[in-house]
Nanobody, 113 residues
């Protein structure tokens, strides 16, 4: 069974940091392109960051310099380190296997002003 399980969301004040984790099960994680997406209420889901099997990364302009995506192929886990958070980052964050069309259930990040 393919499964992506996000964790690490929560409530944080503006300027704070959170680290999201996504544990993957049921597919060959090490060869998969992985991404983090987010969706705020009333808005479209958007790509936040992506990472290839080789470690190349791509970021939305809104998070460049603040967020870092990484992966551990031994642990079958992808991470999103989020620093200097602002209320505009408030959303449900989803882990996604871009190369395989799998989605996690999401983890809520709320940033207070």
């Amino acid at each position: 069974q393919v499964q992506l399980v996000e964790s690490g969301g929560g409530l944080v004040q503006a300027g704070g940091s959170l680290r999201l984790s996504c544990a993957a099960f049921g597919f060959t994680f090490s060869s998969s392109v992985m991404g983090w997406y987010r969706q705020a209420p009333g808005k479209q889901r958007e790509l936040v960051a992506a990472i290839t099997s080789g470690g190349s990364t791509n970021y939305a302009d809104s998070v460049k310099g603040r967020f870092t995506i990484s992966r551990n192929n031994v642990r079958n886990t992808v991470y999103l380190q989020m620093n200097s958070l602002t209320p505009e980052d408030t959303a449900v964050y989803y882990c996604h296997t871009i190369s395989g069309a799998y989605w996690g259930k999401g983890t809520l990040v709320t940033v207070s002003s």
